[in-house]
């Protein structure tokens, strides 16, 4: 997912949850505010959202100055999406922090300012609990985090590595060491750890979506449906009664379809997963996933119906994202780059590196496909290149790094562009955009041979797709050409 500041050190904050009743640190006067507190972290190690931010609310009913249940409360609904008086938790657990430890001050103190986008105060706090407060187990979590949102990808790792030594029952670290690895491009270690979290949280959910989302990235999309498909089947009460990992696991699948260009049934399985969690809160997520797949699709009509579901629920900087995103389809170029200059300047304001880098590379790719669309191909090259280059992540930057070589072969640079996306084959060798354009520059190249057999690839790749798609129609042109130049 392509997270947000606030976001990451919220997962961040979920992942600390779990390890507080054993090491028995939260602050209350109340017992049974403690205990249900506990029981919320529980629910939160499992990712269900809901029924943890039952038990924090019980808590501060029983304790009402209870500053980590507040925070609780907070991490909770913003993972759910209810931001509606979300200001009024984390401002109760930073009013009351008071009452608590000296580390949960600057734990508290640490996510309030990120909250109000305060960088320096984040940074601050960071510090001293870094210096000060760096032998506490919740920090050391808070710590690799950090290092790992900053790309320090070996620092972090071994931090996980030494918290999985010290608490081997913690067992979202090895998810997290999982991930770290497919950051840096290293799969098959990535597969190995999600394995063991698999076997260590058979009951979980998060171990099955993480594995399927892996193999999203290295194209093994009949992997991914086959894992989805059968905890679907496997734990249907539990995606149920999960909303969070219900909607996840259900768009994990629905874009797992699309990667094979069934287009209509990834629809379909959004629309099933909206019967199944039909609450607005969860209804507006899947909208922003159902927005992408028509973006795909190139509607722009239905790009805005879906839009507007969601409208009310995000941030004005984020309104100028998916707005520009539709501009983009209908070819409406100059509030589009109204909309991207205004993206760049919101990027300005952004203080701290990591999240300033993550958004830069995604404004800077969307102002790379208007240049694309103008037909300004060398220009869209530097700038696809640029937000790769930014992004530095095995798992993210072949988006744009796509992008880069096709531009590169539009603009007659056909070495360029096989070389590259070759390369991106080898990670991937089921990425459709990527075979059907280098069995196009082959054939421009004059390369007819190597032309038809990666067209006869795409084709087996995509056996089941939807018949009317655009790259379909273009994959079918291209054939006719190369049985021309075989009949000549």
């Known amino acids: 997912m392509k997270q947000n500041f606030i976001t990451f050190i919220l997962l961040i904050l979920i992942v600390l949850a779990s390890c507080q009743k054993k090491l028995n640190i939260v602050t209350s006067d109340s017992v049974k505010a403690k205990d249900l507190y506990y029981q919320g972290n529980e629910q939160t190690q499992k990712l269900n959202y809901s029924k943890a931010l039952e038990f924090y609310e019980k808590a501060v009913e029983e304790d009402s100055l209870f500053a980590m249940a507040y925070l609780k409360i907070y991490e909770s609904r913003y993972s759910l999406r209810l931001l509606n008086n979300i200001e009024h938790y984390i401002s109760r657990a930073f009013e009351f922090s008071e009452n608590a430890s000296e580390t949960e001050k600057l734990i508290i103190k640490f996510y309030y300012f990120s909250h109000h986008n305060n960088f320096e105060a984040t940074?601050?706090?960071?510090?001293?609990?870094?210096?000060?407060?760096?032998?506490?187990?919740?920090?050391?979590?808070?710590l690799a985090g950090q290092a790992w949102r900053n790309l320090e990808y070996t620092k972090a790792r071994e931090m996980y590595q030494e918290i999985l030594r010290q608490a081997p029952n913690y067992i979202n670290a090895l998810n997290n060491i999982g991930y770290i690895y497919a950051n840096e491009g290293y799969f098959k270690e990535a597969i190995k750890y999600i394995q063991k979290y698999q076997k260590a949280a058979p009951d979980q959910l998060n171990p099955y979506d993480s594995l399927a989302d892996i193999y999203l990235y290295l194209g093994k999309y009949n992997n991914a449906?086959?894992?989805?498909?059968?905890?679907?089947?496997?734990?249907?009460?539990?995606?149920?009664?999960?909303?969070?990992?219900g909607i996840v696991i259900y768009t994990r699948l629905s874009t797992a379809y699309s990667k094979l260009g069934m287009y209509k049934k990834a629809l379909k399985i959004l629309d099933k997963a909206e019967k199944l969690?039909?609450?607005?809160?969860?209804?507006?997520?899947?909208?922003?996933?159902?927005?992408?797949?028509?973006?795909?699709?190139?509607?722009?009509?239905?790009?805005?119906?879906?839009?507007?579901?969601?409208?009310?629920?995000?941030?004005?900087i984020l309104s100028h994202y998916y707005e520009s995103?539709?501009?983009?389809?209908?070819?409406?170029?100059?509030?589009?780059?109204?909309s991207i200059d205004s993206l760049y300047s919101y990027s300005e304001k952004i203080i701290s590196s990591a999240p300033k880098r993550e958004f830069l590379a995604q404004t800077t790719y969307l102002d790379g496909k208007f240049d694309f669309a103008s037909g300004m191909f060398k220009v869209a090259r530097e700038k696809f290149n640029n937000a790769a280059a930014t992004i530095y992540n095995a798992l993210y930057a072949p988006r744009y790094q796509i992008m880069e070589y096709i531009s590169a072969g539009e603009a007659g640079d056909y070495?360029?562009?096989?070389?590259?996306?070759?390369?991106?084959?080898?990670?991937?060798?089921?990425?459709?955009?990527?075979?059907?354009?280098?069995?196009?520059?082959?054939?421009?190249?004059?390369?007819?041979?190597e032309a038809e057999t990666s067209l006869d690839i795409f084709f087996s790749i995509w056996k089941n797709a939807d018949n009317d798609l655009?790259?379909?129609k273009q994959a079918k042109v291209l054939k006719q050409k190369l049985i021309r130049v075989q009949n000549s």
Do not use: C, W
């Open 225 to 245: 449906i086959t894992i989805l498909e059968q905890i679907i089947k496997t734990h249907s009460k539990q995606i149920e009664n999960n909303d969070y990992m």
């Open 470 to 472: 655009k790259l379909i």
């Open 277 to 316: 969690f039909p609450h607005i809160n969860q209804t507006k997520i899947i909208s922003q996933y159902r927005f992408t797949l028509y973006e795909q699709l190139e509607k722009p009509e239905k790009m805005k119906l879906e839009y507007q579901k969601f409208k009310s629920f995000i941030t004005k």
């Open 123 to 142: 940074k601050k706090y960071l510090k001293q609990l870094s210096d000060n407060h760096s032998h506490h187990f919740e920090v050391k979590i808070i």
């Open 415 to 449: 070495s360029t562009a096989i070389e590259g996306l070759n390369k991106i084959l080898t990670i991937n060798p089921n990425n459709a955009k990527a075979i059907y354009y280098v069995s196009k520059f082959y054939y421009q190249n004059k390369q007819y041979i």
């Open 325 to 338: 995103r539709i501009y983009l389809q209908e070819e409406d170029f100059f509030n589009g780059m109204a």
